[in-house]
């Protein structure tokens, strides 16, 4: 079945320093890869997208490449803030489906 | 514009009981999608519906179920609660025309505590 897999957490960083969050997907066709993220108490919200390899997803400072050579979608951030501390979660879709099929998520500590 | 609303924020029930969630989504969203979120299992996705109409279902228990209204709000049901459904539920709503394919919109969740 369709699955996505991504870094365990957590992870902890400095302020300034640089995030990398590994993902690869699993899936019988050709999903839409997204980023969600969940701070504290809230509900998860949408972070970046791709939809076609190649493509490349960006928000707030965070990219991510939708590689379809490495079946992978890794998040990066080039200098993080405590504001970015959050569980982060990689989750494909297929064609029109409206199901998001979730990794288990990593958690984000950002210290000043 | 109002994001999706999801009553109640908390419950607390017992084994044994029943219990409903309601989610509004946002205004003009006709897709409604629920997920179970657990430290164990993560998100899990539950179902999904579109103007009334249960689309795509996950690999839930029957005890699970939902439905949508007219105005697209949508309630699920959880009968003969057990321990391990105490969770938190997340509603999506999702428009085919905002931000491109499915992309969904989530709301607060509602934490179920069952004891």
């Known amino acids: 079945g369709d699955s996505v897999t991504q870094m365990e957490g957590p992870v902890t960083l400095s302020e300034e320093a640089f995030l990398t969050i590994n993902c690869t997907y699993t899936?019988?066709?050709?999903?839409?890869l997204f980023w969600y993220v969940q701070y504290p108490g809230e509900g998860l919200q949408l972070l970046l997208k791709?939809?076609?390899?190649?493509d490349k997803g960006s928000n707030k400072g965070f990219e991510a490449t939708y590689r379809k050579e490495t079946t992978s979608f890794h998040l990066e951030k080039g200098s993080v803030q405590v504001s970015d501390s959050a569980v982060y979660f990689c989750?494909?879709?297929?064609?029109?489906?409206?199901?998001?099929?979730f990794g288990a998520g990593t958690t984000v500590t950002v210290r000043a | 514009k109002a994001g999706v609303t999801q009553t109640p924020r908390y419950l607390i029930k017992t084994r044994g009981q029943q219990v409903t969630l309601s989610c509004s989504p946002i205004?003009?969203?006709?897709?409604v999608s629920w997920y179970q979120q657990t430290p164990g299992q993560g998100l899990q996705f539950l179902f999904e519906y579109f103007s009334e109409t249960q689309r795509n279902k996950g690999n839930f228990p029957g005890r699970f179920s939902g439905r949508q209204f007219s105005n697209s709000r949508s309630e699920m049901n959880v009968s003969t609660l057990e321990l391990g459904d105490s969770a938190l539920y997340l509603c999506?709503?999702?428009?085919?025309?905002?931000?491109?394919?499915?992309?969904?919109?989530f709301g607060p969740g509602t934490r179920l505590t069952v004891l």
């Open positions: 791709a939809t076609k390899a190649d």
């Open positions: 989750a494909l879709s297929l064609g029109n489906d409206y199901k998001l099929s």
């Open positions: 899936a019988t066709g050709y999903p839409s």
């Open positions: 999506a709503s999702s428009h085919p025309l905002a931000g491109g394919p499915n992309e969904q919109f």
């Open positions: 205004s003009g969203h006709r897709s």
